[in-house]
């Protein structure tokens, strides 16, 4: 039986049996960058199982029962309104903003749906408004949403934001919630805002 | 020195008086109150049949047969009077799509008429409304008939329901401009601008009025110097006025013709509450105000015979239903019952009656079924909600779309609740168009899609 050795072609550099200094060097770099690859990856990995999943606000369950405001560990709540102005019809007469039958559509106090003042609204031009959520404002109460919903299209709804929410292990929102309308997300994509067109 | 106390004292309290005025509060406080609203957008176009085209297109009627010339169908009821079958189960993809079809931003449904399908469309890029004739088959365009008009996007565009006959076509605009064309060849008959012959005012959210087309008559409700009129669909010219005493104005919903001890009527919702005018001459025959909804009337009333007619609505108005009664010469009307909008109402689509019930989606999206004493049959549930979708009933099926795009198919049955089958069948959202089912087909939308879909049974 013959040694495989006997046939692998000498280097001309090795001046013997062995690797020689360059194949030394060749397969050091490439162990380097395998390992460099390989932590990479692994880093990569860990940070996305460090995030894992988060508490969100499916919009389209959600019955605007006000507990969001009142069961969130913290005051005021990590859930805001948030607006998808693609969905706004921009109205004149807000079923968000104003109370059912105002003494006006101005922006009297007496007049606005919000407990707290947190929706700005704003003229654009004949006949349209825009209206914007102050976060700081926002408890979380729903009252707006239930009006956009009653009569509009619901472009204004409920979400947890996360840049306040704690991500408690068991959300006491979610053990209030009557709809069963919060879910665990991915982390890496936490929200699940309304407006998008949803494939076929 | 004690005679210098008080006078210190009123120093003091001076200076603290002013510091304190004079001082940024620690919260900033701003007043809520009224802001300006001056209008500086640009003076709109003129728009109107003037400037017309008749565009055509390479589509080509369809052989297959079956009609929903009108809002809510043939009889105007929310019912498909076919006599196809329709399938009680859909395969797991759904209803098999027979075309699809993109369309401006609006809530405009369908008319279907021999083997066409007309759509009040609006084209936001030219700023020109379109009144579509497409074939059944492929949702190809035959033809289209065009005109200016600016129409800014206030939840979409369009709203209305074109009404179809044999020589008429009568489509009701956002901005109440009345147009009637030949249905086979698209050909302009007359035009009338409500707002401009007749003093109407645009509803907020635009005219959602679907036109009554009947005996050779367009019957619509201008609600300006005239509460209803009926016009000649040969030439547009007017047949008979209803004048509006009460200066009513106009809302959402549409006239429906209703059968009053054996006389001919028609009953229209207005601002001011109901109205009902004898169909012969228009003579107004009795009003009430004990419905009416101050901030959008939309449903349409429902006729439910022996003079009781059932309304609903939304914005917390729940639902009643009122008695027509002779009263000496003429009509008393009162309330036979009345239910809390928690119960039962109508947000935006017009209940249904059927075999002596009535069915409707709830203010919390919930379909729900009441018999004609005012009691709850049942209702969906809140794991299966409607939003402000529509709903139509065909062959003991009940067909209700919620506002993306799922339909349900259930059964059309007093005691229960019975889900038959679900499917995804648009994928935007506001599904609030009302639907049209002619010859086993569905045709739905969504804000700026449709979809024609063969809900018939498979031989």
Not at chain 2, 313 to 321: R, S
Not at chain 2, 329 to 352: D, K, N
């Amino acid at each position: 039986m013959a040694d495989a050795h006997q046939h692998a072609p000498e280097s001309p550099a090795s001046g013997g049996a062995g690797p020689s200094r360059r194949d030394f060097l060749r397969q050091s770099l490439r162990g380097a960058a395998f390992l460099a690859l390989g932590g990479a990856a692994g880093f990569l990995a860990s940070r996305t199982a460090r995030a894992g999943n988060i508490w969100q606000i499916d919009p389209y369950l959600c019955v605007q029962c006000g507990k969001c405001a009142t069961h969130c560990v913290l005051n005021p709540s990590a859930v805001k309104c948030v607006h998808a102005y693609e969905m706004c019809g921009y109205c004149e007469l807000c079923t968000a903003f104003f109370e059912p039958d105002p003494n006006g559509l101005n922006t009297g106090a007496e007049n606005q749906l919000c407990p707290t003042g947190a929706i700005v609204r704003t003229f654009v031009e004949d006949p349209y408004f825009e209206y914007r959520i102050t976060e700081d404002l926002c408890i979380g109460c729903a009252k707006c949403v239930k009006g956009c919903t009653a009569f509009g299209n619901g472009s204004m709804h409920l979400q947890v934001r996360h840049d306040r929410c704690l991500n408690c292990n068991e959300c006491s929102i979610a053990v209030a919630c009557p709809a069963g309308a919060f879910k665990r997300v991915p982390a890496n994509r936490p929200y699940l805002m309304k407006g998008k067109r949803s494939e076929p | 020195m004690e005679r210098w106390i008080p006078g210190l004292l009123v120093v003091l309290a001076t200076a603290a008086l002013t510091s304190w005025l004079l001082a940024n509060p620690s919260v900033p406080v701003e007043p809520r109150v009224p802001a300006s609203t001056v209008d500086e957008s640009p003076a709109e176009t003129k728009a109107g049949a003037a400037s017309s085209r008749l565009i055509p297109g390479s589509g080509t009627p369809s052989s297959h047969p079956g009609a929903w010339t009108c809002f809510r169908g043939e009889e105007r009821d929310g019912l498909g009077h076919d006599t196809v079958r329709l399938s009680r189960q859909w395969p797991a993809d759904g209803p098999r799509e027979r075309w699809r079809l993109d369309a401006g931003e609006g809530y405009a449904g369908a008319a279907v008429r021999a083997g066409r399908v007309y759509l009040h469309d609006y084209d936001q890029a030219t700023q020109v409304e379109a009144i579509r004739c497409l074939s059944f088959d492929d949702g190809r365009e035959i033809w289209r008939f065009a005109y200016p008009n600016v129409i800014k996007r206030n939840h979409g565009m369009s709203r209305t329901v074109p009404a179809v006959g044999e020589k008429h076509l009568v489509a009701f605009g956002p901005k109440c401009h009345v147009t009637c064309l030949d249905p086979a060849t698209g050909a302009l008959r007359w035009q009338l601008d409500l707002v401009r012959d007749f003093g109407s005012k645009v509803p907020p959210w635009y005219a959602g009025q679907c036109p009554l087309l009947e005996d050779g008559r367009v019957i619509l409700a201008p609600c300006g110097d005239d509460l209803l009129i009926a016009v000649n669909a040969d030439d547009g010219k007017v047949l008979w006025r209803t004048p509006n005493r009460l200066a009513w104005k106009m809302t959402h919903a549409s006239v429906v013709p209703m059968a009053l001890a054996g006389r001919r009527t028609y009953l229209y919702a207005g601002s001011g509450g109901i109205a009902c005018v004898d169909a012969a001459g228009g003579t107004l025959l009795w009003t009430t105000d004990l419905w009416k909804i101050s901030i959008a009337t939309i449903a349409t009333p429902v006729p439910a015979g022996d003079g009781r007619i059932f309304v609903a609505g939304g914005y917390n108005a729940g639902a009643a239903m009122l008695q027509v009664e002779p009263d000496g010469a003429g009509y008393g009307v009162r309330e036979a019952w009345r239910l809390a909008p928690e119960v039962f109402g109508a947000t935006q689509q017009t209940p249904i009656l059927f075999e002596n019930h009535l069915y409707g989606i709830r203010p919390d999206g919930e379909l729900a079924c009441l018999d004609l004493d005012g009691k709850l049959r049942w209702t969906s549930g809140p794991q299966h909600r409607f939003g402000l979708g529509p709903l139509l009933i065909a062959g003991g099926l009940l067909y209700a779309m919620n506002d993306d795009g799922l339909l349900s198919m259930c059964e059309a049955v007093p005691d229960a609740f019975r889900l038959l089958a679900q499917a995804k069948v648009l994928y935007g959202h506001d599904a609030w168009g009302p639907m049209a089912l002619a010859g086993g087909r569905l045709i739905a939308r969504d804000l700026t899609q449709l979809v024609c879909l063969d809900v018939a049974e498979k031989p």
